[in-house]
């Protein structure tokens, strides 16, 4: 027996693919708002990880010390060892990319804040929504006469509002502190 597939026009599937739409739009907005150097820093950082330019560089690295160890017949050494020409370029990359990297984190670190602030929001949102739906409930069980759940503590306490400074409070008063 094959497994039932929905049907492609449900509310559900027409839910999903919208919420995919606007996640979409959204991604490729933050794309094209970043500035040519971040763009730039991208590639580079993105280039600069693949096992081309690792393979580029190692074949750099032993050229050039063959080079200056004078391995290579007919060429004359340049940066003999312990190669400080070599040594120089090679750390001015190393900053260089690091600097590129951290442009990319930083980056990155700020579209993950937003999507931090856009989850708790959705979360606020749907926590608020939620103690309405119970609060009806409870008011729709009451005029119905059910009793049965109604006066249920723990439903009781989640019909209440919730206060988000005293949530927040609570936590960074039981999170452990970091080590300094």
Same mark, same amino acid.
């Given at each position: ?11 559900? /599937?027409?839910?999903? $693919? ?9 991604? +490729? ?8 150097? $971040?763009?730039?820093? $991208? ?61 990319? @984190? ?5 579209? /993950? ?7 708790? +929001? ?42 988000? @400074? $005293?949530? /927040? ?12």
């Amino acid at each position: 027996m094959e497994p039932r597939t929905p049907d492609r026009d449900t509310p559900s /599937t027409r839910t999903l $693919e919208e919420n995919v739409r606007i996640i979409k739009a959204w991604e +490729q907005s933050a794309l094209h708002a970043r500035s040519r150097a $971040e763009r730039v820093s $991208e590639w580079i950082t993105s280039t600069a990880g693949r096992g081309e330019v690792l393979f580029a560089h190692v074949v750099w690295f032993v050229g050039w010390a063959a080079i200056n160890l004078d391995l290579v017949p007919g060429v004359r050494p340049f940066d003999v060892f312990p190669f400080p020409l070599l040594t120089t370029m090679v750390s001015l990359e190393a900053i260089f990319l690091a600097l590129f990297v951290l442009a990319s @984190q930083n980056r990155l670190a700020t579209q /993950t804040d937003k999507r931090a602030h856009l989850d708790l +929001q959705i979360n606020l949102l749907a926590e608020r929504e939620m103690t309405a739906v119970l609060q009806l409930l409870r008011d729709i069980a009451a005029r119905l006469g059910v009793e049965h759940g109604a006066d249920n503590p723990r439903i009781q306490e989640l019909a209440k509002e919730t206060d988000v @400074q $005293e949530v /927040t409070s609570k936590l960074d008063d039981e999170m452990p502190s970091k080590p300094e």
